[in-house]
């Protein structure tokens, strides 16, 4: 059986002596900061996962697009199931960063320059991700691999589908759709963005309600974000679709959880964190219902 570590090691791309250690924090790739007589890089190792919807070339365009266009470390080489990018000497974020109003307007500002800027320089075919098709995609997976969470199902479906029409029709950007506190660097100097795996077109609501959802946000850094991203208050409407969407992403994130607890070979606590996420799913949804 071919390792990760092996993978890294047969790359056509080191010069002199190549070290490795693995890069904690990756939940869907293994990751890896490796160094030669150069300096240091990261790589990820990871094919194809289609119960995800992750596929690579999707991956590799979009992280040469956030490249292009300034908010994402740069693609020094690919290949078939790794991914190398640049090493940033940056601490990664946590939920309780967001916190301050400084932090969160710039990762708003990220997230913005990669819904308008990207799609004038992304090339090649490239996905979309329906959160809601995602989520049905999840259902099915967990009924047919009779997943010990599958009584769950036919209610989480159901508030889907309320949360899908309460959503209505959508402008399209194209979005990070991954918007963990983990995905943002800061260098000391600015934040950058990283791991483009479900990037794809998508509703910018996504991605605001994503990163609400998986921060912590108070309701007043809702509003306050809403604001600067659509400049203008957010009114009835808009609140209520966003909290649709926030509710969705909330759920994207722990039926994900539930797929990965059968699939995944990674060591991690997908049990605890599939509790965790559908706790912060169920709380978003009474804020939609009440909404």
Request: hydrophobic fraction near 50%.
């Given at each position: 059986?071919?390792?990760?570590?092996?993978?890294?090691?047969?790359?056509?791309?080191?010069q002199?002596?190549?070290?490795?250690?693995?890069?904690?924090?990756?939940?869907?790739n293994?990751?890896?900061?490796?160094?030669?007589?150069?300096?240091?890089?990261?790589?990820?190792?990871?094919?194809?996962?289609?119960?995800?919807?992750?596929?690579?070339?999707?991956?590799?365009?979009?992280?040469?697009?956030?490249?292009?266009?300034?908010?994402?470390?740069?693609?020094?080489?690919?290949?078939?199931?790794?991914?190398?990018?640049?090493?940033?000497?940056?601490?990664?974020?946590?939920?309780?960063?967001?916190?301050?109003?400084?932090?969160?307007?710039?990762?708003?500002?990220l997230?913005?320059?990669?819904?308008?800027?990207?799609?004038?320089?992304?090339?090649?075919?490239?996905?979309?991700?329906?959160?809601?098709?995602?989520?049905?995609?999840?259902?099915?997976?967990?009924?047919?691999?009779?997943?010990?969470?599958?009584?769950?199902?036919?209610?989480?479906?159901?508030?889907?589908?309320?949360?899908?029409?309460?959503?209505?029709?959508?402008?399209?950007?194209?979005?990070?759709?991954?918007?963990?506190?983990?995905?943002?660097?800061?260098?000391?100097?600015?934040?950058?963005?990283?791991?483009?795996?479900?990037?794809?077109?998508?509703?910018?609501?996504?991605?605001l309600?994503?990163?609400?959802?998986?921060?912590?946000?108070?309701?007043r850094q809702?509003?306050?974000?809403?604001?600067?991203?659509?400049?203008?208050?957010?009114?009835g409407?808009?609140?209520?679709?966003?909290?649709?969407?926030?509710?969705?992403?909330?759920?994207?994130?722990?039926?994900?959880?539930?797929?990965?607890?059968?699939?995944?070979?990674?060591?991690?606590?997908?049990?605890?964190?599939?509790?965790?996420?559908?706790?912060?799913?169920?709380?978003?949804?009474?804020?939609?219902?009440?909404?």
């Amino acid at each position: 059986m071919t390792t990760p570590l092996y993978r890294l090691r047969a790359l056509p791309i080191w010069q002199g002596k190549v070290r490795a250690e693995p890069l904690g924090g990756g939940i869907t790739n293994i990751n890896f900061v490796a160094s030669d007589d150069r300096g240091r890089v990261v790589v990820r190792i990871g094919d194809d996962i289609p119960l995800h919807q992750i596929l690579r070339f999707n991956e590799l365009a979009a992280s040469r697009a956030a490249h292009a266009i300034g908010i994402s470390p740069a693609v020094l080489h690919y290949e078939p199931g790794a991914l190398v990018i640049d090493f940033l000497d940056a601490r990664t974020l946590t939920a309780a960063d967001f916190a301050d109003d400084a932090m969160l307007d710039q990762a708003l500002s990220l997230v913005a320059r990669a819904h308008r800027d990207i799609p004038a320089v992304l090339r090649g075919p490239v996905l979309a991700f329906w959160v809601f098709h995602v989520i049905r995609d999840y259902a099915g997976t967990l009924r047919d691999r009779a997943s010990i969470h599958a009584p769950l199902l036919p209610d989480l479906l159901r508030e889907a589908a309320a949360l899908e029409a309460a959503v209505g029709p959508v402008d399209i950007v194209f979005g990070h759709n991954d918007l963990l506190p983990a995905n943002f660097l800061h260098d000391g100097t600015r934040l950058w963005l990283i791991d483009w795996d479900y990037a794809g077109f998508n509703s910018p609501l996504f991605d605001l309600g994503g990163l609400a959802a998986n921060t912590g946000l108070s309701p007043r850094q809702e509003a306050r974000m809403l604001e600067s991203y659509f400049d203008r208050p957010a009114d009835g409407l808009l609140w209520r679709r966003y909290l649709a969407m926030k509710a969705a992403s909330a759920l994207r994130e722990t039926l994900w959880s539930m797929v990965s607890e059968i699939v995944s070979d990674l060591e991690f606590d997908f049990a605890t964190y599939t509790q965790t996420n559908l706790a912060t799913y169920r709380a978003a949804r009474d804020v939609f219902t009440q909404s």
